[in-house]
């Protein structure tokens, strides 16, 4: 199994950017999606997730901001980041939970390697 995130990058305050994480070797539409991040430091936070049936949730500090999506065709979760703020800046991992709402870190199957997003102020 693999997830290849990708799309991180140095972006203005205010900026946008879009993740996505691609994943290979599992039933994809058979698994919920999630984004975490991890500033320096050693707490990994949730940010957003969408279940396997559509179903999204956010965390309150992204909500409005963020939107998550997939891609079942294309095996493809989406984090669209918008207004952007220099606490958006983490390492953001992506992660997949079979039959799940991927909001748990505990119930985590799959982990993708991260992709790091920098907003300068």
């Known amino acids: 199994v693999q997830l290849q995130a990708s799309g991180g990058g140095l972006v203005q305050t205010g900026g946008s950017l879009r993740l996505s994480c691609t994943v290979s070797?599992?039933?994809?539409?058979?698994?919920?999606m999630g984004w975490f991040r991890q500033a320096p430091g050693p707490v990994r936070d949730f940010v957003a997730a969408?279940?396997?049936?559509?179903?999204?949730a956010y965390a309150d500090s992204v909500k409005g901001r963020f939107s998550i999506s997939r891609d079942n065709a294309h095996n493809t979760v989406y984090l669209q980041m918008n207004s952007l703020k220099s606490e958006d800046t983490a390492v953001y991992y992506c992660?997949?939970?079979?039959?799940?709402?991927?909001?748990?870190?505990?119930?985590?199957?799959?982990w993708g390697q991260g992709t790091l997003v920098t907003v300068l102020q």
């Open positions: 969408i279940s396997w049936d559509d179903i999204s």
């Open positions: 992660a997949a939970q079979p039959l799940g709402t991927a909001q748990a870190m505990g119930l985590i199957s799959y």
């Open positions: 070797g599992l039933t994809f539409s058979n698994y919920g």
